[in-house]
């Protein structure tokens, strides 16, 4: 009996222990960084007014979307209420918001030793302009926000971490035209070298 508690109680250790490693160290997703990023470039450089509720003038495209979203979390602790409404009323606070600069790419990252493809770094570069109107009194004022992002993934999380719908968050891994095949093939063909070496001096 107390062998079989025993069987019990590791078979749940190692169940946990696999649990862990394959849902914890799951990196951010390409849209979760887009979204994070600008929410707190947003939060840092804007000024706000509880008293008040700003509506957001959401653009169209997805990745557009995405960055109003992330505008709009930004904004939550500065107002009352940050809303996308699905119509703009003149007479409120309303942010409209222009992308001047996108862009989202991966790089060679750190090694992960011999025989092992490279890290894949994650680096996001966005600016937008912000323009804040106040239909009632008529006055307006407008932000530049910069927001910057890197880390560095396993390149087994590419599929994971990718977006599904929006093409500027689903970059070309480095790598992945002819240098993906040349350079495992240069490690093949070294060991395989030193191999007949080895036998052939013996």
């Not at 169940?15 to 990023?37: D, K, R």
């Not at 008293?51 to 997805?62: A, D, L, P, T, Y």
């Not at 011999?114 to 323009?131: E, G, I, P, T, W």
Request: net charge neutral; aromatic share 8%; charged share 20%.
């Amino acid at each position: 009996m107390r062998k079989a508690k025993l069987l019990i109680l590791f078979a749940g250790l190692i169940i946990t222990a696999v649990w862990n490693v394959a849902f914890s160290g799951q990196p951010l997703t390409n849209e979760q960084i887009v979204l994070s990023t600008v929410k707190q470039a947003v939060a840092d450089k804007v000024p706000g007014d509880t008293s008040v509720i700003v509506q957001i003038e959401v653009k169209s495209g997805e990745l557009e979307r995405l960055i109003g979203d992330g505008i709009r979390d930004g904004l939550q602790d500065k107002f009352r209420q940050a809303i996308n409404p699905g119509e703009i009323d003149p007479q409120k606070l309303t942010i409209n918001y222009e992308m001047l600069g996108f862009d989202f790419t991966y790089k060679k990252g750190h090694s992960r030793g011999f025989l092992k493809s490279n890290k894949v770094a994650r680096d996001l570069r966005c600016q937008v302009r912000l323009s804040i109107d106040n239909g009632a009194s008529g006055n307006s004022n407008s932000h530049e926000i910069s927001a910057f992002y890197h880390d560095e993934i396993e390149p087994a999380d590419l599929n994971y971490a990718k977006s599904r719908t929006i093409p500027e968050l689903s970059p070309a891994a480095p790598g992945s035209g002819w240098s993906r095949y040349a350079e495992p093939s240069l490690v093949i063909a070294s060991v395989g070298t030193l191999v007949y070496l080895f036998f052939a001096n013996r």
